[in-house]
């Protein structure tokens, strides 16, 4: 899956991405992340990307002919002097579906990190990582000028309700959600099947040696080897943290009879 990203500050990108387990996802050829400056397409001597808001206050805000133009490169769309309408941005993109990637091109989510945007979970990354390609372009200071968000941006992800300083750090955390989540990424290969969100469910408690570690024992259902038993209770971990935690979660979650049962037995405990 190849991940196209536009920031002002590209240095941010390569110290967390050369590490772990996006290293070697990014060496086996699973992922592929492109970070492109959106400072290299401006053509002034200043290579200006921002400017002063109209209508006064602070701040300052990114200029959209650089950002128009290093993703409509990159991803060989039209060229950046014309004015792109909507319609112009579907046909360039079927267009350019002709000689790369066929069909898929024209689907190429173009996502602006933004706290304005729908909020990130787990299902959105399944979502995406689905595409073979992902833009994702990260804003800094007050945020972008707002024709790109109408007229170049297909799509709009926050990482929560707090406002950061810039993308950079809400694009790498799409990066690692959706990448954990492609076929040969994890060594475990049912490795996120389990997680927490995974099911709509917390996922249940991990143990390793020692078996006793200042007098904390254990539980003992992990040492019988007996797996129906272990899934059992894993099960129950699960929904049992689910409702101490996350009551929200497990309304929405799909439950069999049995787990249902388990809840309602749980339920005066937990309150
Ligand atoms: N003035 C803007 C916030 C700008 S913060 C507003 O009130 O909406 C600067 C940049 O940081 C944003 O353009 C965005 O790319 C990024 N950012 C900040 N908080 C974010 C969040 N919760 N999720 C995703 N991106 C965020």
């Known amino acids: 899956m190849q991940f196209e990203v536009f920031t002002l500050l590209p240095e941010i990108f390569p110290p967390y991405l050369d590490n772990s387990i996006m290293k070697r996802a990014r060496e086996r050829g699973l992922i592929n992340v492109r970070v492109h400056n959106i400072r290299d397409y401006t053509h002034d001597k200043h290579h200006t990307t921002d400017d002063t808001p109209y209508g006064g206050g602070g701040g300052m805000v990114m200029k959209p002919e650089p950002v128009f133009e290093a993703i409509e490169t990159v991803l060989g769309l039209s060229n950046s002097t014309t004015e792109i309408t909507d319609a112009s941005r579907t046909e360039n993109l079927q267009e350019n579906s002709v000689d790369s990637v066929p069909s898929v091109?024209?689907?190429?989510?173009?996502?602006?990190?933004?706290?304005?945007?729908?909020?990130?979970?787990?299902?959105?990354?399944k979502e995406l990582s689905q595409h073979p390609r992902i833009?994702?372009?990260?804003?800094?200071y007050e945020g972008i000028d707002e024709r790109i968000r109408e007229h170049l941006v297909t799509d709009e992800i926050s990482i929560g309700d707090y406002v950061l300083t810039g993308g950079e750090l809400p694009a790498l955390i799409l990066i690692d959600a959706i990448a954990r989540l492609l076929p040969?990424?994890?060594?475990?290969?049912?490795?996120?099947?389990?997680?927490?969100?995974?099911?709509?469910?917390?996922?249940?408690?991990?143990?390793?040696?020692?078996?006793?570690?200042?007098?904390?024992?254990?539980?003992?259902?992990?040492?019988?080897?007996?797996?129906?038993?272990?899934?059992?209770?894993?099960?129950?971990?699960?929904?049992?943290?689910?409702?101490?935690k996350r009551p929200d979660m497990l309304a929405k979650a799909e439950l069999t009879k049995e787990d249902k049962k388990f809840v309602e037995s749980q339920k005066s405990k937990v309150e």
């Open 105 to 125: 091109v024209n689907t190429i989510p173009i996502i602006l990190l933004t706290p304005q945007g729908r909020v990130f979970n787990q299902s959105i990354a």
């Open 184 to 244: 040969d990424v994890l060594g475990d290969p049912t490795g996120a099947e389990d997680d927490s969100h995974a099911m709509g469910l917390l996922e249940y408690p991990h143990y390793t040696r020692p078996p006793e570690f200042r007098g904390w024992k254990i539980p003992e259902v992990l040492l019988t080897g007996a797996h129906a038993k272990i899934d059992k209770w894993r099960r129950e971990q699960a929904l049992l943290r689910t409702l101490k």
């Open 135 to 140: 833009v994702l372009l990260c804003g800094r």
